[in-house]
């Protein structure tokens, strides 16, 4: 008498979602799945505080003034990245 079970095993198969989206899956597979997108906030806080931190990194020990010139060239470059794609993507909206 023996009674055959069968056991729950995780498949590596995934649910597809049925969405109203209008992006084609041609061009991104991904919003099948339920996710297409990304995140431009935290980019935007995430570059504020890097900037931010290369700013603090001025003061320091060191006496050459070189170092002060990339760090600070390099915070804003970083701050001026930010803000160009900020008011390009705020233009954009407009025009929808």
Excluded: C
């Excluded at 002060?68 to 803000?83: C, E, K, R, T, W």
């Amino acid at each position: 008498m023996e009674a055959t079970k069968e056991k729950a095993v995780a498949t590596t198969d995934l649910e597809r979602q049925t969405s109203t989206s209008k992006v084609d899956l041609a061009d991104a597979p991904s919003r099948d799945w339920g996710w297409h997108g990304t995140a431009p906030t935290a980019a935007r806080i995430s570059g504020v505080l890097f900037a931010a931190l290369l700013l603090f990194m001025t003061h320091g020990n060191h006496t050459g003034k070189t170092e002060d010139i990339f760090l600070l060239g390099f915070a804003i470059v970083i701050l001026a990245v930010i803000l160009v794609q900020w008011l390009v993507n705020r233009r954009k909206k407009w025009k929808y």
